[in-house]
């Protein structure tokens, strides 16, 4: 200690120059307890460089050409060297991957989900005008939407990526349902222009009401804390009125000029037509005689699903949004596999105490103390190493004191304040990015950790994170002086926002669900028959839940949106089909009656708008991201559901409860039995 220290390169100034020089390097640093998993793997097969961005580059136009710069650097090094394997990683690397695919499917989905509509129409309405009156009103809205977004600054993030296709998908329903109706009454010989007026009158209104519901529907996620889903709910609920007004305008219009085949004179979908016709047919009579079974055998399907709802979990991981294939994929698992993970999680440690002496965190006791707490939680499954100050500390110890030869654990802290004071002041001679200075600040009153745990998912992480906090609480309970302790890092704010991303959405559905029966119960004038309706309405959202509990599947983020984004399919469903049903019964008609008309004709039409439905949603079975593929299936789900709670489930219930339509002529109840 009289010598001074004499501070030396541990290789020199030279990298190695033979192979048993670079082996012996290896082993050292294998060995080594700061080098070890976090920068070498134990099998001396890995290796990682850790660059430090400045802070100032945060935007991701700032980010692109710095991350291209270095993946194509990394590319020439393994031209170079034959048999090597490197990657970037980190979390620059993985936003410029992510928003690099989002940008390229945006630009995609919209023209491919336009050209799958393009052939459902055509096969549907085998007609020019039945595909471009329906494309030409939903594209307008779309495009405005977008413009909406665009003159109010609003940037694609991997929540509203969606956005168009949605307001394509979903726009188009209404005006199916618009030329449907001006087509039956063309078959019934009315002429064009009053055929126009029928359809407008009849089913306008039933329009006017779904997109209301489904706008209120998205409405609802303004409620939740997190600003990129408000603002998605938002622009999802202002879009799907301006999709409404272009379809209330320009639908009829474009009828009126330049007409639309009757229903049956579709040439090569005649065949379909009558076949669903004869289908339809034999549905409504089986439940115009049965029911009461029909509607307790789907209510007990429901609830055979309703079991399965417990066992679905919310969870969610960072890696889940990076597309199969992508190179950064590959390096994530080579890190998880290999080192200690991706994951970084900080936890401050702050003496808060005014009795403190000054610079508390040289004091051994409390260094322990750290100590300790780091060690529980290294013991916890998944985490993997830690980054502090303690590990340099006795690092330093180690080497000041020459403890090869000597008998000396390498694991242990400075025994004074004075020793603490002295290694702190060796290792800040490093510099500003010196561990000392980047984890214990200038007056030594607060520390830093730096955990590395395994991609969790959010549920296992929040877990842990409650875990830490009681550790932190039971180490420093009698400590000499007060510690408060907080887990906070990039990890922990992503795991944590996106796990309240999902439960508000999941909050936003009940919201809806409650304002949806409002709104029903206000237009239709009647609230038994605003609770009839919401039955069926709520089937769709249990039968997905409860399969995805059934599978052992956990709701992440766009999963969780297709409960919202189902809830308004399902209910525009059963409003054209309430809608129609109430004109059957102002006019006079019998239940029964009423429920043959309308199932054969507002049910042709619901079935028709599912099918667009399916093969528009359908196009995110081509995405690259695997929530957006889950989103399609789920979505599919969701639409199946709804049919079949609209075309079993409802007339079932209207048979059944027989609720009194407000407007209609006053005739004696008639008893149905099965």
């Known amino acids: 200690a009289d010598e001074g220290i004499v501070i030396e390169p541990i290789q020199g100034s030279k990298l190695p120059t033979t192979d048993a020089e670079a082996a012996r390097l290896l082993d050292e640093a294998k060995e080594h307890p700061l080098l070890r998993n976090t920068l070498v793997a134990p099998t001396g097969a890995v290796a990682c460089i850790v660059f430090k961005v400045a802070d100032d580059i945060t935007k991701i136009s700032d980010v692109r050409p710095l991350i291209d710069e270095i993946n194509e650097s990394l590319r020439a090094q393994e031209r170079s060297v034959p048999g090597s394997s490197l990657h970037l990683l980190g979390p620059h690397a993985y936003r410029t991957t992510v928003v690099r695919v989002m940008i390229r499917e945006e630009l995609r989905f919209a023209p491919l989900t336009a050209l799958i509509l393009t052939i459902v129409l055509w096969l549907l309405f085998r007609s020019i005008q039945g595909v471009l009156i329906p494309l030409c009103s939903v594209g307008l809205g779309a495009l405005w939407t977008l413009a909406v977004m665009a003159l109010t600054g609003e940037s694609i993030n991997i929540i509203n990526t969606i956005t168009a296709t949605l307001i394509l998908v979903i726009g188009v329903a209404d005006a199916i ?95 379909f037509g009558a076949w669903l016709d004869r289908v339809l047919r034999r549905q409504a009579d089986f439940v115009c005689r049965y029911p009461r079974s029909t509607t307790v055998v789907s209510l007990l399907l429901a609830g055979i699903f309703a079991l399965g709802i417990p066992k679905a979990k919310v969870d969610n991981f960072i890696m889940e949004y990076v597309p199969r294939g992508e190179p950064i994929l590959a390096a994530h698992h080579v890190l998880e596999n290999e080192l200690a993970g991706i994951v970084f999680l900080d936890v401050l440690l702050d003496v808060v105490s005014d009795a403190a002496p000054s610079e508390p965190w040289i004091e051994p006791s409390l260094l322990r103390r750290a100590a300790g707490f780091a060690d529980h939680i290294l013991e916890e499954p998944g985490v993997h190493s830690v980054e502090s100050p303690l590990g340099l500390l006795r690092e330093l110890r180690y080497v000041q004191r020459e403890s090869k030869a000597s008998s000396l654990e390498r694991s242990e802290l400075p025994q004074s304040r004075e020793e603490a004071a002295a290694l702190l002041l060796l290792g ?247």
Not at 235 to 256: E, K
Request: with cysteine.
């Open 177 to 271: 349902h618009m030329m449907e109706r001006y087509r039956q009454e063309r078959g019934r010989g009315v002429l064009r222009r009053e055929a126009t007026r029928r359809a407008l009158l009849w089913v306008g209104g039933a329009c006017f009401l779904t997109s209301l519901t489904t706008s209120v529907g998205f409405g609802t996620l303004t409620s939740a804390e997190l600003d990129v889903l408000r603002r998605f709910g938002i622009y999802c609920a202002v879009g799907v009125m301006i999709t409404f007004s272009t379809t209330l305008l320009f639908v009829p219009w474009a009828l009126d000029r330049f007409g639309l085949g009757a229903q049956g004179e579709q040439g090569g979908n005649r065949a």
């Open 428 to 674: 800040s001679m490093a510099g500003e990015d010196s561990i000392f200075s980047t984890h214990l600040s200038g007056d030594r009153r607060r520390l830093r950790m730096t955990f590395r745990v395994a991609d969790l998912g959010a549920s296992a992480y929040l877990d842990l994170e409650k875990r830490m906090n009681a550790a932190i609480a039971e180490v420093f309970a009698d400590a000499p002086y007060s510690v408060e302790g907080v887990v906070t890092g990039t990890s922990q704010v992503g795991y944590a926002g996106i796990d309240s991303l999902i439960r508000d959405l999941l909050r936003s559905l009940v919201w809806a669900f409650a304002l949806i029966f409002v709104t029903l119960a206000v237009l239709l004038r009647s609230l038994p028959l605003a609770l009839l309706s919401m039955g069926p309405n709520l089937v769709p959202v249990v039968v997905v839940l409860g399969a995805m509990g059934w599978a052992q599947q956990h709701l992440e983020t766009l999963s969780a949106m297709v409960f919202s984004i189902g809830l308004g399919i399902a209910v525009d469903d059963t409003i054209h089909y309430v809608a129609r049903y109430c004109q059957e019964v102002r006019a006079g008609r019998s239940a029964e009656e009423a429920v043959r008309r309308t199932t054969e004709h507002t049910g042709r039409a619901i079935i028709v708008t599912s099918i667009v439905l399916l093969c528009g949603f359908g196009v995110l079975y081509t995405s690259q991201f695997p929530p957006n593929q889950s989103f399609a299936v789920l979505a599919s789900g969701v639409i199946g559901a709804a049919v079949f709670a609209d075309l079993w489930m409802l007339p079932g219930l209207l048979l059944w409860i027989r609720p009194k339509i407000p407007g209609s002529p006053s005739r004696p109840e008639m008893i149905v039995s099965d």
